[in-house]
RNA sequence: GCCCCCAUAGUUUAACGGAUAAAACAGUGGUUUCCUAAACCGUAGAUCGAGGUUCGAUUCCUCGUGGGGGCGCCA
């Protein structure tokens, strides 16, 4: 028998099922195994101690009887500890088992893959047209991206849509103020959103100035939104170059979309959810609108979900509605995640329960619906994050400035190197800095805006992790030896480092567990930012190229597995890697 | 008025009801004739308050304090 990938649910199978020949337990055993303090051993057994306690046993005694049940394993020790612990101790041969059987990105892949795979939408990003992205969107966009590297990792086939927010009601005014300045949407210049973004502002003020304005803007959306052909064309070359600016976006954070279907991709399917869910009376007409209420719930029994204006028009509720359907009809989702601001719970939550009524009175299945929330990101007053001059920081401006201070450091360590390998290395480091500032920590928390902890270069951070990758890349460069055999050659791992190392390597398949389960990120930050810390404790002690063949066998299989674990934790973050720094 | 989220070291964060609360930055002391010092090894320092549940609470419940957010035609 091979060695297992995942230790920690082996131990837990073979718990349970000694549990089940032992008298004392009953089927409602759960071990609960998982990972240990270092100090205790590998894994530790928590279950004992409320089982015991449930059935009034003492938990002592009923986990020696279980560890007395236990076959006899050579990979590892079992002991009893503190007031029921079972703590598991693998041997240095079973932690050289398992470095030899999982040896690459392949294997590691195989050993995650989920049993059921399935159809996964992943909804993220989603910035408004006509206006610039701010570092409001970076979340989302960081987020939602290293999500779905994590689920086709785990074997899912996730379809990525950029739900944009197209439709709005902002295109009146904006359609008004480029009538009324006669603005040519071809001659907008270099950076014609943030010209957009101004005629908006113009319009803007024209309208709060003038009766009349107002008016006008608002014939210039139901216009447009009756298929005007003057404001279909104007609005078709707005998305077009917003999209386009987008693009220069996603394409400095390596973001692709399988698609950009906004809102307006639905504005042709709205009346059919107001007829389904009229038929099915799940909605009502309230003070002229139509809106959903839930009455089994405490709050939205009386909050409404309003899905049609009482003007007659749709609005974001309406067409993610239809984007559900759409999803669910076209693309077969089986789950559909949004990756929004926890502002947005409320929305989401009535969204899913009305969805639940209109596909159950449909006879429909509905996908597995999940809101991925996360904080908002404050500015110093505590509040969402403005300049001084009101408008946010734009997201392109914090990457610039990301990228151009990493350049400063590469350039002084290495002042010799080409101003195009400086740049190289810099973007790697800047926007990986970024990335994982935005990652590493618990996506539900807000944080305020801060230049120095979004572009910090020490400590916990991405340039930490490429460094520990430059400096195994840079042994591999000197070492003349043969290495093929390496594995077959290594002995155990023995000193404090090499089994350290070897024992964080191992619980690689933990933290993809339970990254995957809560959807959050910081898991994998923490686990490879551990682990390029056991890397740098036993580069530091333990020498590689050394002559005694066994030993350095050893280490350099080590230094090859870190390298690759480490490969694929940071592709699944989107962090770039170098070769040297 | 109803509801939701947050509070851990000087600062920014971690901790799946488990054992002596873990890091980074900033302090402070050390390490480079040796595979990259963007590193390594020391040291000092914390659970908002009061109750409760539990063998065990940063974690769950109640109340309070402080901060943020959502709640009929914005998305």
Redesign the pocket.
């Known amino acids: 028998m091979g060695m297992p990938y995942d230790l920690c649910n082996t131990i837990n199978r073979v718990l349970f099922e000694t549990a089940s020949n032992t008298t004392g337990f009953e089927e409602d055993f759960e071990p ?1 195994v ?4 270092e ?3 590998d894994f ?1 057994a ?1 279950g004992v ?2 089982y015991a ?1 449930r059935n009034q046993q003492n ?1 002592r005694d009923l986990a020696q009887k279980l560890i007395d049940n236990l076959p006899d394993n050579p990979n590892w020790e079992v002991s009893l ?5 079972i ?1 598991f101790t693998l041997s240095a041969d079973c932690l050289l088992q398992w470095l030899r059987n999982y040896d690459s990105t392949e294997s590691l892949k195989s050993g995650s893959e989920s049993i059921e795979r399935k159809k996964v939408v992943l909804d993220f990003s ?1 910035p ?1 047209t006509a206006k610039q992205m701010h570092v409001g969107h970076i979340r989302s966009t960081i987020i939602g991206e290293s999500l779905s590297r994590l689920l086709a990792f785990k074997g899912h086939d996730v379809i990525k849509d950029n739900h944009l ?1 197209d ?4 295109f009146g005014i904006l359609l008004y103020a480029i009538k009324r300045s006669k603005t040519s949407l071809d001659a907008l210049g270099d950076e014609p959103i943030a010209e957009l973004e101004k005629l908006y502002r113009q319009g803007n003020q024209w309208t709060k100035e003038d009766e009349g304005a107002l008016t006008d803007a608002r014939d210039e959306l139901v216009k447009l939104q009756n298929g005007d052909s003057e404001n279909l064309a104007l609005w078709e070359k707005i998305r077009e170059l917003s999209l386009k600016a987008f693009e220069d976006i996603y394409e400095i954070l390596g973001v692709q979309f399988d698609h950009n279907l906004g ?1 307006s991709f639905y504005r042709d399917q709205v009346d059919s959810v107001y007829h389904s869910l009229i038929e099915h009376k799940i909605c009502k007409e ?4 139509l ?1 959903v209420f839930h009455p089994e719930h ?2 939205f029994a ?3 979900f ?1 899905i ?4 007659g ?5 309406t ?1 993610d509605l239809a984007t559900i359907s759409y999803r669910v009809q076209e693309w077969n989702a089986k789950q559909i995640i949004y990756v929004t601001d ?6 989401f939550e009535q969204l899913f329960l009305t969805s639940q009524k209109w596909f159950k009175a449909e006879e429909r299945k509905l996908p597995k619906l999940s809101h991925v929330a996360f ?2 990101i ?1 500015g110093e ?4 994050i403005k300049t001084r001059d009101g408008e946010p920081i734009k997201l392109i401006d914090l990457l610039n400035e990301a990228i151009r201070k ?1 350049a400063e ?2 350039r002084e ?2 002042p010799d190197l080409e101003e195009s390998e400086i740049r190289r ?1 810099a973007e790697a ?1 800047g926007l990986g800095a970024v990335k994982y500032a935005d990652l ?3 996506r ?5 805006f ?1 230049w ?2 979004l572009l ?6 991405a ?2 992790l490429q ?1 520990a990758v ?2 195994i ?3 591999f ?2 070492t003349d030896k043969e290495l093929s055999n390496i594995s077959e050659e290594a002995r155990p791992p023995t000193t404090e480092n090499e089994r350290k190392l070897s024992r964080k390597l191992m619980l690689f398949p933990l933290a993809i567990n ?1 990254t995957e389960k809560e959807l ?1 990120p ?2 994998l930050c ?1 686990y490879l ?1 551990e682990l ?2 056991e890397f ?10 050394v002559d005694e063949k066994d030993t350095f066998a050893l ?1 350099m299989m080590l230094c090859e597995r870190t390298l690759t674990w480490l490969s694929v934790g940071l592709e699944i973050l989107g962090i770039d890697l ?4």
Not at 536 to 545: A, E, G, L
């Open positions: 609960q998982r990972s240990a303090d100090r205790f051993g530790q928590n101690l409320p306690k938990p500890a503190g007031p029921g612990f703590n989603s408004n927010g439709w709005g009601t902002q809102e309230d003070e002229g609108a809106v405490k709050r009386k909050q409404p309003i049609r204006k009482s003007d028009a749709s609005n974001y509720a067409t926890s502002r947005q719970k409320d929305h904080g908002t404050l007053d505590n509040k969402a990493s450091m590469v360590k290495s290395r480091i590493s920590q618990d539900t928390l807000d944080y305020v801060s120095d902890k910090a270069l020490q400590g916990n951070t340039p930490y460094y430059a400096r890349r840079s042994i460069r000197k339970q959050k910081h898991f923490t930012y390029a810390t740098s404790s036993f580069y530091n002690c333990d020498k590689v190229m280490r170098l070769e040297e720094m």
